[in-house]
């Protein structure tokens, strides 16, 4: 969420019908049961409260989150672990792999699963070594801030870049893999560098048939968004049904900022 005022998200996150919460326990099939975290800034500076365990068992100390989090700029994120590497389930649950991650001025969430991620962090050099989890969306942090930080890179052209080099691995590996049939599931991701917001949705055609969570009335991965000149909410689905949701196709950028007092908004594609 981007708002002119410092605010919480309280509403998005803990009181509508379809909140990031409730979502979380909706459906029994697929419990985001691996962790949650919420980030926001604090005097410009990246904060955040994660935990390993499900949010829906600790309603309580997320609600604590959610108001601690009064900010300009607010992410928060619930897992569901993806598991590429075939690990025991227990290695995937730990703080260290809860989102969002931060660096910097920099914090990142995503919904999907890189499904070679040790080949992106052989690629990634130096960079590789400060994957502190075994969260697989880690290593897409981490790419996209070597391109930020080391080429000086847009958000735009560093994701572009994370798909180039992505495929290109995917080329050179598909022969380690003789069971996947594609290098990732989903690319969406919300991110922020303390002054822009930006949404990117990214994801298999064929995925988007599934269904969203609470009101299975759009595309699983086809993010929703809403926009005022006080506020931008963007999230995974929508969160109710009375706002004028807009939907954030595969493929859109969406960013959000502040210019005299107002929130603008654009949508490229990437």
């Known amino acids: 969420m981007l708002s002119v005022e410092p605010s919480t998200a309280r509403k998005y996150l803990l009181e509508d019908p379809c909140s990031l919460y409730a979502q979380s326990k909706v459906d ?9 975290g919420v980030g926001f800034y ?4 990246p904060r955040l409260i994660k935990s390993e365990k499900p949010v829906y068992t600790e309603y309580e100390r997320f609600a604590s989150a959610v108001e601690a989090a009064r900010s300009k700029i607010i992410l928060a994120h619930i897992r569901r672990a993806s598991n590429p590497r075939g690990l025991p389930k227990e290695r995937l649950i730990s703080i260290e792999n809860s989102q969002p991650f931060t660096y910097g001025r920099y914090i990142f969430a995503h919904n999907g699963a890189i499904l070679i991620p ?18 697989d969306s880690e290593v897409y ?7 930020l930080e080391e080429h000086k890179a847009t958000l735009p052209e560093a994701i572009k870049s994370f798909q180039r080099v992505l495929s290109s691995l995917w080329e050179e590996h598909r022969e380690d893999h003789p069971n996947l049939n594609r290098p990732y599931r989903g690319l969406n ?33 086809q993010m929703s968004y809403i926009t005022s000149p006080n506020r931008l909410v963007v999230s995974s689905e929508k969160t109710n049904r009375e706002d004028p949701w807009k939907p954030l196709r595969s493929g859109e950028l969406l960013t959000g900022w502040i210019s005299e007092g ?5 949508i490229e594609r990437v």
Not at 28 to 36: A, I, N, R, T, Y
Request: proline fraction near 3%.
């Open 28 to 36: 029994p099939k697929s419990l985001q049961s691996d962790g949650w």
């Open 118 to 135: 040790d080949e992106v962090i052989a690629y990634l050099g130096e960079w590789g070594s400060k994957v502190r989890g075994l969260n």
């Open 189 to 221: 991701l919300v991110f922020s560098d303390g002054e822009r917001l930006y949404a990117y949705a990214k994801y298999e055609d064929g995925k988007a048939a599934s269904r969203s969570l609470c009101f299975k009335d759009q595309p699983a991965l």
């Open 262 to 266: 107002r929130v603008l908004t654009k």
């Open 42 to 45: 604090l005097n410009g500076v």
């Open 141 to 147: 942090f981490w790419f996209l801030v070597r391109e």
